[in-house]
């Protein structure tokens, strides 16, 4: 097995886009976005498709990648995150193939 990080990111869904595109210019392999459907968070419960325009509707990014991969996105994440609603978190995994990350 081979140590690799998880990256997890829930941010508003207009902001998706640039995310990915951050994620794909530092040279990450792969990832997979998820609609998220609710949540609870600073005092306030939130449920997908409770506003009526979607703008604030929530998506998650979830992709494994290699350490100075994750070095380069993390700056301009941070950024992203920063003038977005959104969590970022990076934890330490294992994984069989270490080539496919």
């Not at 530092?26 to 998820?34: D, E, I, M, P």
């Not at 609870?40 to 494994?64: C, P």
Request: glycine share 8%; charged share 25%.
């Amino acid at each position: 097995m081979h140590t690799k990080k998880r990256l997890e990111l829930i941010i508003e869904k207009p902001a998706l886009k640039r995310a990915c595109r951050v994620l794909e210019e530092a040279g990450v392999k792969g990832y997979t976005t998820f609609s998220a459907m609710g949540g609870y968070g600073a005092n306030t419960r939130w449920q997908r498709g409770t506003d009526l325009s979607a703008s604030r509707d929530m998506v998650m990014i979830i992709s494994v990648l290699d350490a100075k991969d994750m070095e380069t996105a993390i700056g301009k994440l941070e950024n992203l995150v920063g003038s977005h609603i959104g969590v970022l978190s990076l934890t330490d995994v294992q994984v069989l193939r270490p080539e496919k990350f």
